[in-house]
């Protein structure tokens, strides 16, 4: 069980609105729910998570050979266990970076993705889960328009029209005896929306208004969260919620963490809709940005992998 609420997208997906109210109730208090009825098939997680478990039993040498170096400007690519930082302490986990495939090319964060030649099946499940995923995200959106009184298509007619599409898998080890449970540190996600897909060991920890709450997993379900840009368009009405891993389970955890985000040369003014807003975790008043999505995109992104950013990036 979990304090977070689960909507059921089924209503939205055929046209209705029923959801839209759940979905708004739900940015204003914590930013996160629970979602069913949302039509990806289990037999893709299935496969997913298979692929995933076998390219990260694969010796270390082999999961190197699609480190993160080769992806270049596309960001993409394998990191090991402690090559990424959040809230400026390694995280106890090793990953996989993924995102829309395309061509070479100047943009950063956008190109052709890095597959492990030892595991076919893993780009094949990876690209299908992409354009279900897109898909969900699309009609998420079009609920939180709902909820905003703005036409349903008002995201994908935008700001999502051609959105960023970033994607990881993330493999965490047990935690060492007498350890923390340190999985990722506290943080807010960049963008608009958040799918996550967890195995069936817990850890996701969530800070909402009466504080810490586990997002422990619900077969047949994703958690969704809103992002900065989200909270930024709404004045902090709908609100980019902190949180954190901690895997005390003392097993492996598996996560899939899907980012569905503006266009990256969108900028991001806030939306025909004037509600209050309350004071950030963190200080910060998202209001004052300027500039597109890309730009805070790769300010964010930049102190996740601080060597990439000086030898790839350049920036």
């Not at 997906?13 to 914590?30: H, L, M, Q, V, W």
């Not at 994908?156 to 599409?165: D, F, L, N, Q, W």
């Not at 009466?210 to 709908?238: E, Q, S």
Request: hydrophobic share 35%; glycine share 14%.
């Amino acid at each position: 069980m979990s304090e977070l609420p689960v909507i059921d997208l089924t209503s939205l997906r055929a046209g209705g609105t029923d959801a839209a109210a759940e979905i708004g109730a739900a940015c204003r208090d914590s930013g996160f729910f629970y979602v069913t009825g949302h039509g990806v098939p289990d037999a893709l997680t299935t496969r997913l998570d298979a692929a995933a478990r076998e390219f990260f039993a694969l010796p270390q040498e082999a999961k190197n050979e699609i480190a993160m170096e080769y992806g270049g400007r596309a960001w993409r690519g394998y990191f090991p266990v402690g090559g990424e930082l959040t809230s400026g302490r390694p995280d106890l986990k090793e990953g996989v970076y993924f995102g829309e495939e395309r061509p070479p090319g100047d943009l950063p964060l956008h190109g052709p993705n890095l597959f492990p030649a030892q595991v076919p099946e893993l780009r094949e499940s990876v690209l299908a889960y992409l354009a279900a995923m897109s898909g969900l995200a699309q009609t998420v959106m079009g609920g939180v328009a709902l909820s905003l009184g703005l036409p349903r298509d008002y995201f994908a007619a935008g700001y999502t029209a051609r959105p960023t599409i970033l994607f990881r898998i993330f493999h965490y080890p047990p935690a060492p005896p007498g350890d923390d449970g340190w999985g990722v540190g506290e943080h807010t996600d960049y963008g608009l929306l958040t799918l996550l897909l967890q195995d069936s060991n817990g850890g996701l920890q969530v800070h909402t208004p009466r504080g810490w709450v586990d997002a422990p997993p619900i077969p047949g379900t994703f958690v969704c969260n809103i992002g900065d840009m989200l909270d930024k368009l709404t004045g902090g009405h709908y609100r980019s919620t902190p949180h954190r891993v901690r895997n005390l389970s003392g097993n492996e955890r598996l996560s899939f963490p899907f980012f569905f985000d503006p266009g990256w040369d969108s900028e991001v003014p806030p939306l025909p809709y004037t509600e209050g807003g309350r004071a950030r975790w963190d200080g910060q008043d998202l209001r004052a940005f300027t500039g597109t999505y890309g730009d805070y995109l790769l300010g964010k992104v930049a102190k996740v992998f601080p060597r990439l950013r000086d030898d790839v990036l350049g920036a």
